[in-house]
């Protein structure tokens, strides 16, 4: 089973940028996809990116495509999700799991806070 563990989240005004880390370690990773989820006060988890870790191929909802990117370095064993021009209600905790599944029990994750 893979276990992946967040990092990289922060305070950033409106229009900023951060980018979050998914350190993966637990063996072969080939034939998983994963996912970058996020959870805002008072609302429930939701999907933002997944990314197939064999090919590298992304997908992205529709709230976030065009300004968060997906990630993958192979040799470190690194998701990244790169997020620019963020709005105030990019504000959540983020956390990365497998996709479309999140078969992991949830850790803590990362809080980003973006101010207005």
């Known amino acids: 089973q893979v276990h992946l563990v967040e990092s990289g989240g922060g305070l950033v005004q409106a229009g900023g940028s951060l980018r979050l880390s998914c350190a993966a370690s637990?063996?072969?990773?080939?034939?998983?996809?994963i996912g970058w989820y996020r959870r805002a006060p008072g609302k429930e988890r939701e999907f933002v990116a997944t990314i197939r870790w064999s090919s590298g191929s992304a997908g992205y909802s529709t709230s976030v495509k065009g300004r968060f990117t997906i990630s993958r370095d192979n040799a470190k064993n690194m998701i990244y999700l790169q997020m620019n021009s963020l709005y105030p209600e990019d504000t959540a905790v983020y956390s990365c799991n497998t996709a479309p599944s999140a078969v992991n029990p949830w850790g803590q994750g990362t809080q980003v806070t973006v101010s207005s």
């Open positions: 637990g063996g072969s990773f080939d034939s998983y996809n």
